[in-house]
Structure formats: C-alpha cells, structure tokens
C-alpha cells in the first residue's frame, strides 16, 4: 500500500528572495532521488513560509522495485567441452556470480551465444532508504549565501532548529546538523510558539493553520491581495499593483494582516517615484492610489503578527515612512537649490574605474559615441544628444540618490525638469539605464537609445581594453547584461550599425586608459557581444545550425544578421533548400585550400563553364540589389539558380584540369560563387539531414 512521506524543515527566517527557488528545488531533489532508488511515487507539493520548508510527496511506495540484474560470462563454446562438461571458464564464471552452473542461462548476443548470470535483487523499504535519502536532499539545497552555525559542519539558509520527517505516520529517523527529526512541529514564533506532534499532511495542515500559520504560499499570497485590497478600499483608494512586491511579502510573513495607515500630504510634492520607493523599496509597504492612478497619502503594510493593539502598530510603521519621507524631503529641498547641469562639475571627483578614470571623463567619452549614433540616425537631435549625455550622470552626486541609489536616472530626469531642460532630454536621462534587465523595456525615444547604447559600450571596451572580462566566477560590472542591453536596443529599434566601426570610434576615445592592445581588444569585444547574441537568438527558438551558419558567414550588423537568419530559417523548411546547401558544399569541398582570384573571361572556353559565369554575374547582380533591400529570401532563391549551372560544370569538365590556366581559372569561377553563398551564411555549418 502507498504512503505519504512529509518532511519540513524549521529554521529562523529565511530571505524571501531564497524562499521561492528553495522549494522549486526541494521537489527536483526528492523527484530525482526517487527515481534514483526506484520508487514509486505521486504528486510532489512543496509549501514554505519565512521559518519552514514543507515537502510533500503522495503515494510513495512501500519498497523500492526489484530489479534483475544480467552478467555476460564466457561464450558458450568455450564453456562446455565436446561432451558437454562444464569448463574452467564456466565452473570459474558460475562461482563469482555465487551461482551453480546449472543455473546460469545461455544469452544470445551480436557475436554469438554466452552463459549468462541473472540475479534478481529485491528492493529495500522505503523508510529505510529515506534513512539517508532526506539529510542528502536537505544538504543539498543551494541558496545565494549560506551559514554556518555552532559546531556542525553544514551550511543551509539559517540556522535549523527542528525536523519534522514522517512516512507513514512514523518518524524517519536521521540527525542533521545537530538536530534529531522527529514528529513535532512549531506554531507561528509569537502567537502560537508551542511544539505539537504531527501524525500526517491531513492534520499538520490544520494544527499548523490553528497555530497562525499559513502554510501555503499561493494561499498566504490571496490572502495578502484581499486583505491589501480591502484595506486601501476603506480609505477610498486601491493599491498600486506591484506583482514582485507582492510575492516578496508574501514569502516575508507567515499571518498575513493588512492594516491602513497615514502621512502628511507635504510629502505628496516630492517626486512620485520618490514617495512609491521609499515605500516599496525600503519599507515593503503598498502605496495607495485614487481613481485616476494619483497618489494618496495613505499606504497598506502588511503585519506578521496580530496585537491586542494594532494602532499602536499602525503609529509605528507611520513613524517610520515619515522619518523615510522627511529625508527625502530633505535631500530633495537642498538638491534643487542649484540646476542639475551646475553638478555636472562634481562628477569630476567620482571615481568610475580606477583605470578608467572618473565618472566626468567616462560622460566625455560616451557622449561622443552618442553624437556619432545620432549622426547616422537622427543628426537632427545632435544638440539633445549632447545635452542629455553632459546631464545624464549628474544626479550621482546628489543626496537623494545617495539615499536611494536605486533611482539613479529618475532623480535626474526629475531635477531636469525642474531646472527646465528639454521634454526629450530629461527623459533620455532617465531612460538611458534602460533596458536593465531580460524583458525589461527600451528606452521610448532614439536620445535615449543613443545614450543608452553609448554608456554601456564605453563601459564594456574599457573593461576589456584593461583586462577586467567576465568569467564564470564573476562579472562585477554586469558586463553580460551591458552587452544584452545593446544588443536588444539595435534589434528593437532596428538600427542597422556597423559593430566594428563604433567599437573602433569607443578603443579610439579610450586609447589613453588601455593596456591591452587596441585591434586586440576590439576582437574580444566583437566575440563577446557575437556570443551573447547567439545565446540570445537561441533562447528565442531560433535553429542552432542557423544561427551559427549565419554569424560564422560575417557578423557585424545585428540588424542585417537577424534578417539572414530569418531569411534562411524560412528557407529550410522548403525543397530549394537542400539544392542550395549541396551546391555550396559541392563547391567549398574542391576549392578548400585555393587562394582565390579574378575569373578570365578569355579562358572559359566550355559552353558549361562559360553558361555558369554568365549566371553567376547575373545571379551576383539580383544578390546585391536584394541584399541592399534586405530581401533576403529573394537573394536565396537567386542562388539556388545557380544549382543546375553548377551540375553541369561538375559533369562536363574536369575542374582540375592539367593545364594551370585553366585549372586556376575554373577554381577562381567557383571562389567567386562560394563567396557568393557567403554572403548569406557558410552553408557548410547547416544540417541538411
């Protein structure tokens, strides 16, 4: 009969950003370690709050499953003497394996027949081997940081203070970091801190809920919006949704209680990303909006721990945002005593890289990338450009970036605004940042792309013009994420840039900083960015061979590159395809090792050598008016027109001909072709099973 195996793990609180994974990973181990023993189970839950982690799995197995296991010994001729006596090899064979000779069987295999060894070995309990199978998954378990605590040597989350581990009802008995599991649970740490004995999952879910506790994530989590929701609608508002805030208090309580409170409308002057930060970031708490999405000075924190007393709650989370707020205030108030271009000159004592030298020379630096951008795409922003790159950095300085370094950008578009800069420039500020991470937006307007663009590559040529690239280890300039960020914006917006030209201008602007070779650290730069963009168009379910044959061909243009690849991938799925790949790879297989050179006409002297140039002129002709109107499909289908021609040489005349001449000038005709093909791709990187 199948059993219910129950395990949590008590601790002191965990951070809610580890919680949610930690479980995720709780039902892989316990999925993989079953498999592993052979036992049968049902459906795996995991739950968790800030103090436990709950693994749950239905209808375990009593036992693991026999299995039978098959040993090959000698072949049979060679076991058995002409009168069919058993030999040395089969006595030898029989008595290893603990068996008789009679008991062996005759196995047939490739070469033959061989006696052979079943031995059937019968599962073990499950209770027995879970004995072992649970501290391995509780060791197991990764977070971001880890402790150690007292003498033991382990490392989890937090401290763990008791195990709870039953199959069956009975305990499964192991010691983990100085703790004995057992059959005993804890309550909510305040309201119902008392040990009670667990007999299953059926009534560990209702003493655990008796005793304050909300297991269940997803439950804990509606219980939140509702009480959130309820909250805001008594002081006639509703609260700004926040899907993240959300799930982080979600895993920061184990009783959820939503009480309302107050501050001073003064503090409703501060810029609004100002007072939604302080709140959310700092505080975890909920701001609350009116009907057209106003801020109202009201907001909704949620509780861990209900009091005879909870005004006195409330006045204290009030007096906390109010000091939170009044700093702002502050800060905000001495900041805008003087414009934002006046502390521009600051940043000259800031230090961005000590190689690199301070925040003011790396503006310098990408504001020039930024004017070439704009030069080539819009020269009509040059001055917006130039004036958003000069101001984008400059709120580094300020005191309320200082306090909430995370609005780094918002700040200063804010304070542009007031000092009275252009609309486009003071968003450019604060969308220069953008994107900041996988799926996050683009900044709205090209001043922004620019600047955005221009940032992140002077900061990724330094870092490798000085030798500071990303490894496994680490990237402690989010290198990768600069990369992505570029990488992103010029497919979004479709800029069609040469990736060689601008990191050429960026080694230029820095060559006084570098210690790595100039063309050197351009090759780098360009591998790199090749590489996040091919891990990129991977991730997007682009074929693997596609991609590789595409950028192997030529990469410098994300643009251009995109549209091959959909161009090809589009291709592959129809019958031309399969002509076109074996043409190339017909022609790059008898020209490998050729250093190319210029068709004679003069030396084409039959008719299939002659009707080939005549369709690779005409084919190269439609190829380059296609290509410079990124009709790339259409540039293919050229291509495939050169198949028959192609044949027909193959067929016709002997490419390695005896006389040099000709030989040289067939194998320059064919150079000409392939390097045709690799306009497109290097078809020889294509799968065409």
Same mark, same amino acid.
């Given at each position: ?7 949590e793990?008590? @601790? ?5 950003g580890?919680?949610?994974?930690a479980l995720?990973?709780?039902?892989l181990?316990?999925? =993989? ?5 052979r ?6 839950k995991?739950?968790?709050?800030p ?5 749950l ?9 026999d299995?039978? /296991?098959?040993?090959?010994?000698p072949?049979v001729h060679?076991a058995?003497?002409d009168?069919g006596r058993?030999t040395?090899?089969?006595l ?6 603990g068996?008789?000779?009679e008991d062996?069987?005759t ?5 033959g027949?061989?006696l ?13 081997l879970?004995v072992e199978i649970?501290?391995?998954?509780i ?18 989350? #937090? ?8 199959f069956d009802g ?12 057992g059959n005993?649970?804890?309550?909510? =740490?305040?309201?119902a801190p008392?040990?009670?004995?667990v #007999?299953d ?15 269940d ?5 509606k219980?939140?919006?509702e ?14 949704s926040?899907?993240?805030l959300l799930?982080e208090v979600?895993?920061l309580?184990?009783y959820p209680i ?10 409703? @002057?501060l810029p609004?990303e &100002? ?7 700092h505080q975890?708490?909920?701001? &609350? ?10 907001f909704?924190? &949620?509780?861990?721990?209900r009091t005879p ?13 109010k000091?939170?707020l009044?700093?702002a205030?502050f ?11 006046r ?5 000259k004592?800031?230090i961005?890289?000590?190689?690199l ?8 630096r990408f504001?020039e ?11 009509d ?8 790159a000069?101001? !984008? ?5 300020t ?19 007031i ?23 683009l900044?709205?307007?090209? &001043?922004g792309d ?12 330094? !870092?490798?013009?000085?030798?500071l690239?990303?490894?496994g280890?680490?990237d402690?300039?989010?290198? #990768? /994420?600069?990369?992505l ?16 030209e601008?990191i050429?201008?960026s080694v230029?602007l ?5 210690t790595?070779?100039s063309?050197?650290?351009k ?7 090749r590489?996040r963009?091919q @891990? ?5 379910g ?9 950028l192997?061909?030529?990469f410098?243009d994300?643009?251009? !590159?995109r ?7 589009r291709l592959?799925?129809r019958?031309e395809?399969?002509a076109?790949?074996?043409?190339f ?7 490998k090792?050729f250093p190319?050179?210029e068709?004679?006409?003069s030396l ?10 005549? /369709?690779?002129?005409q084919?190269s002709a ?7 109107e ?6 293919l ?6 198949k028959?021609?192609?044949?027909d040489?193959?067929e ?10 000709k030989?040289?000038?067939r194998?320059a005709?064919l ?6 093909f ?12």
């Amino acid at each position: 009969m199948d059993k219910e195996l129950l395990l949590e793990i008590g @601790t002191e609180e965990i951070p809610a950003g580890f919680i949610s994974k930690a479980l995720e990973e709780m039902a892989l181990l316990i999925r =993989r370690e079953l498999h592993a023993t052979r036992i049968a189970h049902g459906e795996v839950k995991t739950l968790g709050t800030p103090r436990r982690l709950v693994l749950l799995v239905e209808d375990v197995a009593e036992k693991q499953k026999d299995v039978e /296991r098959e040993k090959l010994g000698p072949p049979v001729h060679m076991a058995f003497d002409d009168k069919g006596r058993p030999t040395k090899a089969a006595l030898g064979f029989a008595k290893g394996q603990g068996l008789r000779v009679e008991d062996l069987v005759t196995v047939k295999g490739e070469k033959g027949e061989y006696l052979g060894a079943v031995k059937k070995e019968e599962g073990k309990t499950s209770s027995d081997l879970l004995v072992e199978i649970l501290p391995r998954i509780i060791g197991s378990i990764s977070f971001p940081k880890s402790m150690h605590w007292s003498t033991v040597n382990i490392r989890f989350a #937090r401290p763990i203070h008791w195990i709870l581990a039953l199959f069956d009802g009975q305990v499964i008995p192991f010691r983990f970091g100085g703790i004995e599991s057992g059959n005993q649970s804890y309550g909510h =740490r305040f309201m119902a801190p008392q040990a009670f004995e667990v #007999r299953d999952f059926q009534t560990y879910e209702r003493q655990i809920k008796g005793a304050f506790v909300i297991v269940d994530p997803q439950e804990r989590k509606k219980v939140i919006e509702e009480g959130i929701a309820k909250a805001a609608k008594d002081v006639s508002g509703k609260v700004l949704s926040n899907q993240d805030l959300l799930e982080e208090v979600t895993h920061l309580v184990e009783y959820p209680i939503a009480i309302v409170g107050t501050f001073e409308e003064e503090f409703l @002057t501060l810029p609004r990303e &100002v007072v939604i930060h302080a709140m959310e970031e700092h505080q975890r708490y909920f701001p &609350v909006v009116d009907e057209r999405g106003n801020l109202m000075p009201y907001f909704v924190c &949620v509780c861990n721990t209900r009091t005879p007393d909870m005004a006195t709650v409330k006045r204290g989370n009030e007096r906390v945002l109010k000091a939170r707020l009044s700093d702002a205030k502050f800060f905000f108030e001495e900041d805008i005593k003087e414009p934002l271009d006046r502390k521009v000159e600051a940043l000259k004592e800031v230090i961005f890289q000590a190689q690199l030298g301070t925040s003011y020379e790396k503006i310098l630096r990408f504001k020039e990338l930024a004017l070439h951008l704009a030069r080539k795409f819009r020269p009509d922003l040059e001055g917006k450009v130039e004036r958003a790159a000069m101001l !984008c950095k400059a709120d580094l300085v300020t005191g309320m970036v200082g306090e909430f370094p995370t609005l780094q950008g918002v700040v200063g578009s804010e304070y542009a605004l007031i000092s009275g800069e252009d609309e486009e420039v003071t968003i450019a500020i604060s969308e220069h940042y953008l994107p900041a991470f996988a799926g996050d937006r683009l900044p709205s307007g090209p &001043v922004g792309d620019f600047i955005s663009i221009a940032d992140r590559l002077d900061t990724i040529v330094g !870092c490798f013009g000085i030798g500071l690239m990303p490894t496994g280890a680490g990237d402690p300039f989010a290198l #990768r /994420r600069q990369a992505l960020g570029i990488i992103r914006t010029l497919l979004g917006k479709e800029y069609s840039l040469s990736l060689g030209e601008i990191i050429d201008e960026s080694v230029e602007l820095l060559k006084e900083k570098l210690t790595v070779p100039s063309e050197q650290t351009k090759e780098a730069v360009l591998d790199f960015l090749r590489s996040r963009f091919q @891990t990129l168009l991977i991730s997007e379910g682009n074929p693997f061979d596609v991609v590789e044959a595409v950028l192997s061909a030529h990469f410098d243009d994300l643009v251009e !590159c995109r549209y091959r690849i959909d161009a090809l991938t589009r291709l592959k799925s129809r019958e031309e395809f399969l002509a076109l790949a074996t043409s190339f790879k017909r022609v790059t297989h008898i020209i490998k090792g050729f250093p190319g050179g210029e068709v004679n006409p003069s030396l084409l002297q039959h008719p299939s050598e002659k009707a080939l140039f005549e /369709r690779y002129l005409q084919a190269s002709a439609e190829v380059e008016k296609y290509m410079g109107e990124k009709a790339y499909e259409r540039a293919l289908m050229e291509m495939v027109k050169l198949k028959d021609p192609i044949d027909d040489l193959f067929e016709s005349v002997l490419i390695m001909d005896g006389v040099r001449k000709k030989r040289e000038n067939r194998l320059a005709l064919l150079g000409n072709i392939a390097a045709l093909f690799f306009r497109i791709a290097d078809f020889s990187k294509l799968v065409t099973e």
